[in-house]
């Protein structure tokens, strides 16, 4: 079977991290098909060694222009040539290729919680703008055959708001990534975090995002200080120093005092996040929403603690393995912080939480079997 692989979607981040990992098991448990790959330029997946069953078949620009070229226009002239079976997109509209079945990975989860003011802080324009991509990608994912959610909170609203019939919303639950291992580290951050000063440090992986609530971390650093002086707590990020949003975080950190309970070690390499739980002593994650976060699932495998936003899809995912706080609170996330450091039963019994809730969740194996076989099954009933 020709498969499509359509990656164009993934840019930077958790999604590029899934889409390498989907790769690397290709090679082991998906090599009784072909594959063809679209991606994005300036990508990962331009540079990787693929498996010999795998071809890298098209590369998009990274524009909105280019990105309608090429999936309106190139994709399906491309994709005719080598006679595409059926087609997967992981987390992203798909490409408009006629006569092929497509299989849609969604991770918009702001599309299915209305309840959520996703947007909140853009400007009246910037909502518009951003409301318009939206309805773009509600609509595209109603022309799918199959839409596959990374939670069951998410296919179930899907289904329940009228957005998607029964038998177009499945949910695969995610896994940890199988280049979460402490042997793949590079030298260059294993360096950065032994020069971390002494501290109880929480880290957060992730490129920036207005939903990703990093503003919270001033304020919280500052109510801990003051509540707790005779504790240190450093928060680890991994924004660029130039980035605008980390300059900006740091002069609010040292207007509060606290320039020194910040710091970024600058975008990783999937490999070397390992590296980063393990030299910290918990994970913080106070997105007001998320379909999924490796960071979650990541921290349970590293046995790190994870401080989490109090609301229903982190409840849906993370049950009793996280720690519930309300973000804009900043002295009961304080508080929290500071349980974990002096209470050391309390913070075993969250790491065991977040183990038995990991078991639940698939592997790295495990979760690309389980979606080759929705395509092997949805090509069959084509």
Known sequence: MNILLNLVPLKSGGGVQVGMDFISNIQSYGSM???????????????????????????????????????YLKAPKIAEQVKIDIAYTQFGPQPSIKGVKQIVGCAYSNLFYPEVDFWEGNSFFKKV????????RLTKLKQAD??????????????????LPKDKAIYSLPAVSSNINLSKATDDVKKKMAELPRAFKLCQISSYGRHKNMECFVPILAEFKKRYP??????????????????????????????????????VPFESCAEIYHKCDAAILLSKLESFSNNIAEAWAMQRPIIINEASWSRSICEEGAVYVQAENAASVADEIYSLIVD???????????????????????????????????????
């Open 146 to 163: 199959l839409v596959v959610f990374e939670t069951e909170d998410l296919a179930v609203r899907a289904i329940s708001q009228g957005h």
């Open 230 to 267: 005779g504790e240190k707590i450093l928060i680890v990020i991994t924004l660029a120093e130039d980035h605008p949003k980390y300059i900006e975080i740091v002069e609010d950190a040292k207007a509060n005092g606290v320039e020194d309970n910040i710091v970024t070690i600058g975008p």
């Open 33 to 71: 098909h072909q594959w063809y790959i679209f991606c994005s330029e300036d990508t990962p997946f331009t540079e990787i060694k693929l498996p010999p069953n795998c071809t890298l078949l098209g590369v998009s620009g990274r524009s909105i222009f280019k990105r309608f070229f090429f999936e």
């Open 344 to 382: 050391n039963d309390h913070y075993q019994e969250i790491v065991k939480n977040g183990s038995d809730r990991l078991n639940s969740f698939p592997n790295s194996e495990q979760r690309f079997k389980n979606y080759l076989k929705i395509i092997e099954e949805s090509e069959v009933t084509n």
């Open 129 to 136: 703008e951003r409301h318009l991509y939206d309805w773009m």
